[in-house]
């Protein structure tokens, strides 16, 4: 089944104030009968990625997109996810087939509960849809002190290395990491050399994607700027084989079977783009070491890392999460940058529902 997925992520710039576009998209999932828990959780996780300059996976690309599934019925707007099997460590979750944001945000915190007895815990999830930034669930650890890591398996966009049909999602796979007072650390990545969204705001706008983005209909690496037209073939994590995109293809196939196969989920070219399985995982510090000894650590640590001497050319080595913390705290202190078109989708979907909305713009 193929369709045109909805978007808002046209026109200038507005500044949005935070909170009230977070208690804007509460109000308007709440009205698409998204019980108020999990309608703050999409909230959340949207607001959050967009805060921290992730536009991809913020709330002009994906507002509408799950707006749209649930009206469609491709999403359950109130999911009830249970444990299918497993142990007190270890378990499979069925979804319900429940937005991804909410089903992956409820089992971390429940991985993390179950992890501060056992240590470490883990989940695979199926039946699910799209968790929105990977991040957004990993980082839920670190309220608890822990180490969080959160894998989600999609729908194929990913050539394999040598090969000439996507075979793979884009498979992301995101570590969040504590430290004191440094931010933490927070890794989210694609395993593809790039995610599909940005190529999808690169295709919109008419500008063309760098070398090595994307495979062509015969599976042979593009090697010069090109504007791409879906369907696209995205490579693996190294572009070409040559700069070893066999380890993107590696990475993914990884997830696959982590988050689908383990999980019992429909994987690979049966997947269609709404549905997903995730793998959530939590790892109790204290059981290791003391926590305050940790975050030390890692201070010590980052630190070590963004001291390394800059190459030539280039202002200071980040380390993981550091460009995303910055862009959180302009967000906080002078509004969300967000596209005209995602304001006014905001506001025609409040007069849609007859809400009363919070004014959006950050004063």
Request: proline fraction near 8%.
């Given at each position: 089944?193929s369709?045109?997925?909805?978007?808002?992520?046209?026109g200038?710039?507005?500044?949005?104030?935070?909170d009230?576009?977070r208690?804007?998209?509460?109000?308007?999932?709440?009205?698409?009968?998204v019980?108020?828990?999990?309608?703050?959780?999409?909230?959340?996780?949207?607001?959050?990625?967009?805060?921290?300059?992730?536009t991809?996976?913020?709330?002009?690309?994906?507002?509408?997109?799950?707006?749209g599934?649930?009206?469609?019925?491709?999403?359950?707007?109130r999911p009830?996810?249970?444990?299918?099997?497993?142990?007190?460590?270890?378990?499979?979750?069925?979804?319900?087939?429940?937005?991804?944001?909410?089903?992956?945000?409820?089992?971390m915190?429940?991985?993390a509960?179950?992890?501060a007895?056992?240590?470490i815990?883990?989940?695979?999830?199926h039946?699910?849809?799209?968790?929105?930034?990977?991040?957004?669930?990993?980082m839920?650890a670190?309220?608890?002190?822990?180490?969080?890591?959160?894998?989600?398996?999609v729908?194929?966009?990913?050539?394999?290395?040598?090969?000439?049909?996507?075979?793979?999602?884009?498979?992301?796979?995101?570590?969040?990491?504590?430290?004191?007072?440094?931010?933490?650390?927070?890794?989210?990545?694609?395993?593809?050399t790039?995610?599909?969204?940005?190529l999808?705001l690169?295709?919109?706008?008419?500008?063309?994607?760098?070398?090595?983005?994307?495979?062509?209909a015969?599976?042979?690496?593009?090697r010069?700027?090109?504007?791409?037209?879906?369907?696209f073939r995205?490579?693996?994590?190294g572009?070409?084989?040559?700069a070893?995109?066999?380890?993107?293809?590696?990475?993914?196939?990884?997830?696959?079977?982590?988050?689908?196969?383990?999980?019992?989920?429909?994987?690979?070219?049966?997947?269609e783009?709404w549905?997903?399985?995730?793998?959530l995982?939590?790892i109790?510090?204290?059981?290791?070491?003391p926590?305050?000894?940790?975050r030390?650590?890692?201070?010590?640590?980052?630190?070590?890392?963004?001291?390394?001497?800059?190459?030539?050319?280039?202002e200071?080595?980040l380390?993981?999460?550091?460009?995303?913390?910055?862009?959180?705290?302009?967000?906080?202190?002078?509004?969300?940058?967000?596209?005209?078109?995602?304001?006014?989708?905001?506001?025609?979907?409040?007069?849609?529902?007859?809400?009363?909305?919070?004014?959006?713009?950050?004063?």
């Open positions: 089944m369709r045109v997925e909805p978007s808002a992520t046209t200038e710039l507005v500044r949005v104030d935070v009230a576009l208690s804007s998209l509460t109000t308007i999932f709440e009205a698409l009968d019980p108020a828990g999990d309608a703050a959780i999409v909230a959340d996780g949207l607001v959050l990625a967009e805060s921290r300059g992730v991809t996976h913020g709330v002009a690309n994906l507002a509408p997109r799950y707006a599934w649930i009206e469609e019925g491709l999403a359950n707007p009830a996810h249970r444990v299918t099997r497993g142990a007190s460590a270890l378990m499979n979750v069925d979804g319900d087939g429940g937005l991804g944001i909410v089903v992956a945000a409820r089992v915190d429940d991985v509960e179950r992890a007895d056992t240590g815990a883990m989940a695979t999830v039946n699910s849809r799209h968790l929105a930034m990977a991040a957004f669930h990993a839920r670190l309220d608890h002190d822990m180490i969080g890591v959160c894998t989600t398996a729908a194929p966009a990913m050539v394999p290395t040598f090969g000439s049909e996507p075979r793979l999602g884009t498979n992301p796979i995101a570590v969040a990491v504590p430290a004191g007072e440094e931010p933490a650390f927070v890794f989210d990545a694609a395993t593809t790039v995610a599909v969204n940005k999808r690169k295709q919109r706008a008419g500008e063309p994607a760098p070398a090595g983005w994307i495979v062509d015969d599976g042979e690496p593009v010069e700027p090109a504007v791409p037209e879906p369907p995205l490579s693996p994590l572009g070409t084989p040559e070893s995109s066999y380890k993107g293809y590696g990475l993914a196939a990884i997830v696959d079977i982590l988050g689908a196969v383990l999980s019992q989920a429909t994987f690979g070219q049966r997947l783009t549905q997903a399985s995730h793998t995982t939590a109790d510090i204290d059981a290791v070491q926590i305050d000894e940790f030390t650590a890692m201070d010590a640590y980052l630190r070590m890392l963004k001291s390394t001497p800059p190459a030539p050319g280039h200071e080595v380390v993981a999460g550091q460009r995303e913390h910055r862009a959180l705290q302009a967000s906080l202190a002078e509004g969300v940058p967000l596209p005209s078109a995602a304001v006014e989708w905001v506001a025609e979907r409040g007069r849609r529902h007859g809400l009363t909305l919070p004014r959006l713009e950050h004063t």
